[in-house]
């Protein structure tokens, strides 16, 4: 028989408590920290160049286009920012919390559009609704009219701009709201209702408000692709910023001010981060314990019927119909989509694509976690400088990197010409890690802010239980958080791989020679008018898009069981 154990709490052998180390900037505070300066590289050198003296281009621009630009900028941000909000957010909401028909394949469809850069949409729809274009022809011939007897929009304009970003950007809203809704707490929706909350005041005073985080890092990501694109606004004839830089910097050759643009444009992004997380102040949104299921709300009748029409609307404007005008033009002149020029583009493109995303996100998971186990003002400003490159224009950004590289290789030529007789070349300029680094440089903003995003939804207790147990920061990343936001790093590198399967200048500028893409035979066809032959690239960029897009609509389905996928 045992004995009784001593009243006494002093005689009890209680065990020794296991001391929390203070974390101290250690080797990850540091890694991260050499790691942001070298991606900065290129936009330092972008700044240096905007303090050099230039040849009065700037006080041109100031005089008569700059205030353009400004206004045209503001208000292709303010109309995308409404545009993808609305649509990303109301869709991802319906298809998570709402039951009507066609919604299995609609859940996944409203990811399509993501696969379509906004240049070849803005190409397909100025063939279906320009003048000699079929629509405008088919309205003539059944009214009879001139070509001056009626109105019709113009797509080329800033309208039709806008209109094009966020139907090609609302899926970056889409996808983040959708998990941060799956990831919310069915607990707490179910006590909304029996509040008296309806299902739109429920989802106004709870569920969006827990979800902002989320949200608002997809319209930040569709704003900044928004302000760096280049080829859509080019096409249509807006002049922005970035018409801008191209302008001063390729067709005046004056490099300081289109740094200098470059450097408002930066000004521009960088306000709208510090606004939203100013607002957002210290504030959590956990949502606290999850169930396995979320409540569906049945829509009936015409409800029903304008949920699928509001969620099937978005992928026929953003993804069928510029698919089938680009097949047309594609059959109408007889391209081929699997010759051998076509296979070595699509090879050159997952080359560069799947090595540009592995190296991005294990950069951006670095950063990520060491801002999480090492906070402090010094990981946080680096972790938002580096993230300012995906605003700035790929061409920015590959000029910006080819004046370190250019400038190391001539140094290592000359000195090997003086000391061993031999030249070496170019050895990082022209090649595919020259590439890959000008990719890391551009969407290291796409991986972090996902990756910050999934080490945000674990709590900090976790984190303090597993060192109190001897868990190192090492052990800490690869046992515990790493199994947590598996879904989180997935969705980062497929997010990445493809932006950089439509990525344009960068590749165009810093591409080994004779190493051809996708987006690269696209541009060249349509640049040269040539429309209906730049359809077939174009067709063989959604297509090979198609691939992670729907691998990642997936990967966001099964992050809650019973979720309805």
């Known amino acids: 028989m045992t004995d009784v154990a001593d009243p006494n709490p002093a005689a009890i052998a209680w065990p020794e408590p296991v001391a929390v180390p203070r974390r101290k900037a250690g080797w990850l505070a540091w890694v991260a920290l050499s790691v942001s300066l070298v991606l900065l590289s290129p936009i330092i050198a972008v700044v240096a160049a905007a303090f050099g003296a230039g040849s009065g281009t700037w006080a041109h621009l100031a005089a008569t286009v700059l205030p353009l630009y400004v206004i045209n900028t503001v208000v292709l941000v303010v109309a995308v920012t409404v545009g993808v909000f609305v649509i990303g957010t109301g869709t991802a909401w319906l298809v998570t919390m709402c039951r009507f028909p066609g919604k299995r394949v609609l859940e996944w469809a409203l990811i399509l559009p993501f696969a379509a850069p906004a240049y070849v949409i803005a190409y397909a729809y100025t063939d279906f609704l320009q003048h000699p274009g079929p629509v405008q022809t088919w309205l003539r011939a059944l009214t009879g009219w001139g070509p001056r007897d009626y109105w019709f929009p113009e797509i080329r304009s800033l309208e039709g701009a806008a209109v094009v970003f966020?139907?090609?950007?609302?899926?970056?809203?889409?996808?983040?709201?959708?998990?941060?809704?799956?990831?919310?707490?069915?607990?707490?929706?179910?006590?909304?209702?029996?509040?008296?909350?309806?299902?739109?005041?429920?989802?106004?005073?709870?569920?969006?408000?827990?979800?902002?985080?989320?949200?608002?890092?997809?319209?930040?990501?569709?704003?900044?692709?928004?302000?760096?694109?280049?080829?859509?606004?080019?096409?249509?004839?807006?002049?922005?910023?970035?018409?801008?830089?191209?302008?001063?910097?390729?067709?005046?050759?004056?490099?300081?001010?289109?740094?200098?643009?470059?450097?408002?444009?930066?000004?521009?992004?960088?306000?709208?981060?510090?606004?939203?997380?100013?607002?957002?102040?210290?504030?959590?949104?956990?949502?606290?314990?999850?169930?396995?299921?979320?409540?569906?709300?049945?829509?009936?009748?015409?409800?029903?019927?304008?949920?699928?029409?509001?969620?099937?609307?978005?992928?026929?404007?953003?993804?069928?119909?510029?698919?089938?005008?680009?097949?047309?033009?594609?059959?109408?002149?007889?391209?081929?989509?699997?010759?051998?020029?076509?296979?070595?583009?699509?090879?050159?493109?997952?080359?560069?694509?799947?090595?540009?995303?592995?190296?991005?996100?294990?950069?951006?998971?670095?950063?990520?976690?060491?801002?999480?186990?090492?906070?402090?003002?010094?990981?946080?400003?680096?972790?938002?400088?580096?993230?300012?490159?995906?605003?700035?224009?790929?061409?920015?950004?590959?000029?910006?990197?080819?004046?370190?590289?250019?400038?190391?290789?001539?140094?290592?030529?000359?000195?090997?010409?003086?000391?061993?007789?031999?030249?070496?070349?170019?050895?990082?300029?022209?090649?595919?890690?020259?590439?890959?680094?000008?990719y890391m440089v551009r969407f290291m903003a796409v991986a972090l802010n996902t990756l910050e995003a999934s080490l945000g939804k674990i709590t900090l207790s976790i984190d303090e239980a597993a060192r109190t147990l001897g868990a190192g920061t090492g052990r800490l990343l690869f046992r515990v958080h790493?199994?947590?936001?598996?879904?989180?790093?997935?969705?980062?590198?497929?997010?990445?791989?493809?932006?950089?399967?439509?990525?344009?200048?960068?590749?165009?500028?810093?591409?080994?020679?004779?190493?051809?893409t996708l987006a690269i035979q696209a541009y060249r066809l349509a640049s040269d008018e040539r429309l209906a032959e730049a359809s077939t690239p174009s067709l063989v960029i959604m297509a090979v898009g198609l691939l992670p897009v729907l691998l990642l609509s997936r990967q966001i389905a099964r992050t809650r069981p019973g979720s309805g996928s």
Request: contains cysteine; charged residues 10%; glycine residues 8%.
């Open 482 to 516: 790493l199994p947590l936001i598996s879904g989180g790093v997935l969705t980062a590198a497929l997010i990445v791989f493809v932006d950089i399967l439509k990525e344009l200048p960068a590749t165009l500028i810093m591409r080994p020679f004779n190493f051809d």
């Open 166 to 438: 966020t139907l090609v950007l609302y899926p970056y809203v889409y996808l983040l709201a959708r998990a941060a809704f799956l990831q919310q707490s069915a607990c707490t929706l179910e006590v909304a209702r029996t509040l008296g909350r309806t299902p739109w005041t429920a989802f106004f005073r709870v569920a969006l408000p827990m979800a902002r985080p989320a949200i608002a890092v997809g319209v930040s990501l569709a704003l900044m692709e928004t302000l760096a694109d280049f080829g859509t606004v080019a096409h249509f004839g807006v002049q922005t910023f970035t018409t801008g830089i191209y302008r001063a910097w390729f067709s005046m050759g004056d490099r300081v001010a289109a740094a200098q643009l470059s450097l408002s444009l930066v000004g521009v992004v960088l306000v709208i981060l510090l606004t939203e997380r100013m607002q957002r102040g210290g504030r959590g949104f956990d949502s606290g314990r999850r169930f396995d299921t979320l409540p569906e709300y049945r829509l009936e009748g015409t409800r029903a019927w304008l949920a699928t029409a509001a969620c099937f609307l978005p992928i026929a404007l953003g993804f069928l119909l510029p698919l089938i005008i680009l097949g047309r033009l594609s059959y109408l002149n007889a391209h081929a989509l699997f010759g051998e020029r076509y296979l070595t583009l699509i090879l050159n493109s997952f080359t560069l694509a799947g090595c540009g995303a592995f190296a991005t996100v294990l950069v951006g998971l670095v950063l990520a976690y060491a801002a999480r186990s090492r906070p402090g003002i010094q990981s946080t400003i680096a972790n938002r400088l580096v993230s300012l490159g995906y605003a700035m224009p790929g061409s920015i950004i590959a000029v910006g990197l080819l004046i370190p590289l250019t400038t190391f290789d001539n140094a290592l030529d000359a000195w090997m010409r003086a000391t061993l007789g031999i030249s070496t070349g170019l050895l990082l300029t022209g090649t595919i890690a020259a590439l890959v680094f000008a």
